[in-house]
């Protein structure tokens, strides 16, 4: 191997970068038309479509739902799946081996079937009002993302650290917090993004647990565009896109600092 | 503070293996007693026991006064150095250090001028910002030792700390651990596969094998009178030789073995020797002698090799494969049909070993 790059491998290389940016630019571009029908490239520029999306309390609404969900289900999925991924490392010789496969086996499961019969047995079975409903149907949805990314960082963590910290005097219990968590951060950050972006971008589990009273954003999104061809979901898109880059730079912020200064 | 440690009777299981069986060991207090075995013989279970990372199945241990052997593990005051440092990954050399002050509660101020202290100690004062990934391995285990040695504990424990660094460093290291050790009084033990490791700066050694202590003593006695044939082997005892004793005439014996095996052995330089043993040498306690006709072990010489100080032979003898030395003056060749005799002050007398 030579240290130059073979002209062949830029140009493929450009071409993934178009093939990745293209759907982006196209949305951002279209969100920013002058024109009543969504097209590329845009004709004029206004920003009116972002102007109407905050007429339209439909929008509004299911946004704020979207916003509440991805990040209740993260937050209840990290809950849940930190403790399995550490149970499921620290004990791997004792454990048998199926039963990190069985965490990661909803995965398998394909989504609008989960939906379904968490509409059966949740909803309608126990009666169960949406917003719950739907928040155990992301929490199941993003859990096995969250395990399983967070067992990736546990797998390269030397448990015998832990035991050091026990040695000089820390309980088990906090030892975890002090030593193991700060140490599976990037783990838990890339799951927590993970998770996020699954949840938020949902439809196939939302599609049967939304009632009239409360939908996600996805949901309307997809109701809007039965009726409407306007550009108005492209700038949806682009809003919601950067209010979930937001939410990212917050967590890696909150999470990388508080971990840092312990 | 130096306290005494007891492990009485200790016997333990990993599922229904048995790992430790029966494991009785006594170091004094200020001692440093080093387990030497086998990989897997069970050396980081005895200190994972007295760790209190795992539940002996039966059996006591005991520090000082204390009765550790149901007291959790952050409990029991014990510094432990670890083969891998085992630093904190997220923490500078002085957090590491601090690490432990910090659990007892210690303020800021106090702990950050103690850690300073013994960062100075092991030398290591000014990385004490740095974080451990930005340290050679060397300064890892100095931190390591540092971060064991700064909570001022009743008992040291090392977990082959030198096994991942260069010669050089190693036996520099271990002088460092011994002064330190020594100079804080602190009972120790020190778990380590290399035996001049363990002989050279141990109190005592216990000598390991299947979950057993075989012997332990001081480095002196285990390297000049081990008292069975696998602490012999051990030790470097390769020439092991079945005998019966035929005749006695006040100290001395006349032994007699397999295929015409006659030696004539003096209880005054071996002692007491019984009526069935095991004869022990080196091969630099065997002597090749040409004249064919003398007491000694009758043998034929297979391949020479030249040690610079005597010639090794490979010898078929009827006691099985020996290893004798000779003289550099008068090389022997292969198929040579030669007597070994051994060199009573280099032997030693092992109880005869049970027919397996
Ligand atoms: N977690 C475990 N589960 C099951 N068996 C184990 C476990 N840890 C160790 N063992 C077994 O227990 C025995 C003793 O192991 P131990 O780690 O004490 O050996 P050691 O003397 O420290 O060896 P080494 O020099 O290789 O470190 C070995 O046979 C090993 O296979
Ligand atoms: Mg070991």
């Known amino acids: 191997m030579t240290g130059r790059l073979h002209p062949g491998l830029i140009a493929f290389a450009v071409l993934v970068y178009i093939f990745l940016m293209g759907p982006l630019i196209i949305v951002i571009g279209s969100s920013l038309s002058d024109t009543t029908f969504l097209t590329f490239p845009p004709q004029g520029l206004s920003l009116r479509w972002f102007e109407r999306i905050f007429e339209m309390a439909a929008f509004r609404r299911t946004m704020v739902t979207s916003f509440q969900v991805a990040t209740l289900a993260t937050c209840f999925a990290l809950i849940i799946g930190i403790p399995a991924a550490y149970a499921l490392n620290r004990y791997r010789v004792q454990l048998p081996g199926w039963l990190s496969t069985l965490f990661v086996l909803p995965i398998l499961v394909p989504e609008i079937v989960l939906g379904f019969s968490l509409l059966r047995s949740v909803q309608v079975g126990a009666g169960l009002p949406v917003f719950s409903t739907l928040l155990i149907g992301h929490t199941l949805l993003v859990l096995p993302y969250c395990v399983r990314v967070i067992s990736a960082s546990l797998a390269s963590f030397d448990f015998s650290i832990e035991e050091a910290a026990i040695s000089l005097g820390s309980p088990p219990w906090k030892t975890f917090f002090t030593v193991v968590l700060p140490n599976v951060r990037s783990g838990v950050i890339a799951a927590f993004i993970l998770a996020f972006i699954t949840s938020i971008n949902d439809v196939s589990v939302a599609l049967f647990l939304t009632g009239p009273g409360i939908s996600t954003l996805p949901i309307q999104i997809l109701a809007h565009v039965e009726q409407f061809f306007d550009p108005v979901i492209a700038s949806v898109s682009v809003l919601l896109m950067f209010l979930t880059v937001a939410v990212m730079a917050v967590v890696e912020r909150t999470l990388g600092l508080t971990f840092l200064t312990k | ?356």
């Open chain 2, 1 to 356: 503070m130096a306290a005494p440690l007891s492990l009485e009777h200790l016997t333990a299981h990993y599922g229904t293996t048995k790992v430790l069986d029966d494991l009785s060991l006594d170091v004094g207090a200020g001692e440093l007693v080093s387990l030497l075995g086998a990989s897997g013989c069970g050396k980081t279970t005895t200190l994972r026991l007295t760790a209190g990372f795992l539940a002996p199945t039966a059996g006591a241990i005991r520090l000082g006064d204390t009765d550790l052997t149901r007291l959790p593990a952050h409990r029991r005051n014990i510094g432990l150095v670890f083969q891998n440092y085992a630093l904190f990954p997220h923490l500078s050399v002085l957090d590491n250090v601090a690490f432990g002050l910090k659990q007892r509660g210690m303020g800021s101020a106090e702990r950050t001028r103690k850690a300073d202290d013994m960062l100075q100690r092991v030398g290591l004062a000014d990385l004490a910002e740095r974080l451990p990934g930005e340290l050679s391995g060397g300064q890892r285990q100095r931190v390591a030792l540092a971060r064991a040695l700064v909570i001022e504990p009743q008992l040291l424990m090392f977990d082959e700390p030198l096994s991942n660094l260069d010669a050089k460093l190693r036996v520099d290291m271990r002088v460092e651990i011994r002064q330190l050790q020594r100079a804080n009084g602190t009972t120790s033990v020190f778990v380590t596969h290399d035996q001049e490791e363990a002989f050279s700066i141990s109190d005592r050694v216990a000598i390991m094998d299947a979950g057993r202590i075989r012997q332990f003593d001081t480095p002196e006695v285990l390297y000049q009178r081990p008292s069975n044939a696998f602490v012999a082997r051990f030790v470097g005892f390769e020439n092991l030789i079945p005998l019966t004793s035929a005749t006695r005439q006040g100290s001395i014996v006349h032994a007699k073995g397999d295929g015409g095996i006659s030696v004539v052995l003096d209880q005054e330089q071996l002692g007491a020797v019984p009526d069935r043993f095991t004869l022990a040498t080196r091969p630099d306690g065997l002597r090749v002698s040409p004249d064919a006709d003398a007491e000694g072990i009758p043998s034929t010489l297979g391949l020479r090799t030249y040690l610079g100080r005597a010639y090794h032979y490979q010898a078929e003898t009827p006691a099985g494969h020996l290893v004798a030395a000779g003289p550099l003056s008068r090389p022997l060749d292969i198929g040579a049909t030669a007597r070994l005799v051994p060199e009573l002050e280099q032997c030693c007398i092992l109880p005869a070993e049970e027919a397996p």
